[in-house]
């Protein structure tokens, strides 16, 4: 079965500093992947979706990279600040609108 | 839009009760899914539906729990007998799932609810 790997140690980073977080996974060739932000006693909310066929994907201080041979997608917040402090899930899909979550990668951005 | 919505927000019950959970999806949305969080396990899909017929239950832990969609506005997940290892946050999404000749259309964007936080003791 697919497995899904984010870092589960939380990521520390200064206020103006790019976050980068991290997405593996084996046993899956999804052809879509989709990041999502989760902040606590909420569900989750969705940031962006990339293709299998699209190297990168922008949305303001967002980035998303893709390497399906790698199998990995990077994600990254430039100039984080303080209200970017939150969990962050990736979902990976394929089989018609079916998505698997990784665990998060909890992000504290300190000011 | 209100979102989605799903009650009660908290259950407390006690093991072997029955413990039903309620979603209402966005209106206009064709696929709803239901997911279990826990720290241990992480977010997992338990079941999802597609134009209200389940399209894959494979996550269902086993027979005690069963979901059902009568409508495009309402799906309910039913937890009989319930056990203190079904404790977690059960969240419902929903989406519109559009794909032209194969192709994915949009972000496939799923809208989760707010959750339902069940205590089974």
């Known amino acids: 079965s697919q497995k899904i790997e984010q870092n589960s140690e939380a990521l520390n980073i200064q206020e103006g500093k790019t976050a980068t977080l991290t997405c593996n996974y084996t046993?899956?060739?999804?052809?879509?992947l989709q990041w999502y932000r989760q902040d606590p006693g909420r569900g989750p909310v969705f940031l962006l979706l990339i293709r299998e066929n699209e190297k990168e994907k922008r949305k303001e201080r967002l980035k998303v990279t893709f390497d399906t041979t790698l199998k990995q997608s990077l994600f990254h917040i430039t100039a984080s600040q303080p209200a970017d402090s939150a969990t962050y899930l990736c979902a990976l899909g394929g089989d018609f609108n079916k998505f698997y979550f990784g665990s998060g990668t909890k992000l504290n951005v300190k000011p | 839009d209100a979102g989605v919505i799903q009650s009660p927000r908290h259950e407390v019950t006690e093991m072997g009760q029955e413990v039903t959970l309620r979603c209402k999806p966005i209106?206009?949305?064709?696929?709803l899914f239901w997911y279990r969080q826990t720290m241990m396990r992480g977010l997992e899909l338990l079941i999802y539906f597609n134009n209200n017929v389940p399209i894959d239950d494979s996550g269902m832990p086993e027979d005690r729990f069963s979901a059902k969609m009568p409508n495009a506005s309402f799906s309910t997940l039913k937890i009989q007998p319930s056990e203190p290892r079904d404790s977690a946050v059960y969240f419902c999404?929903?989406?519109?799932?559009?794909?032209?000749?194969?192709?994915?259309?949009?972000?496939?964007?799923?809208?989760f609810g707010p959750g339902t936080r069940l205590t089974v003791t």
């Open positions: 999404a929903s989406s519109l799932a559009l794909r032209v000749a194969g192709v994915l259309e949009g972000t496939y964007e799923q809208y």
């Open positions: 209106s206009g949305h064709n696929s």
């Open positions: 046993n899956y060739s999804p052809a879509y």
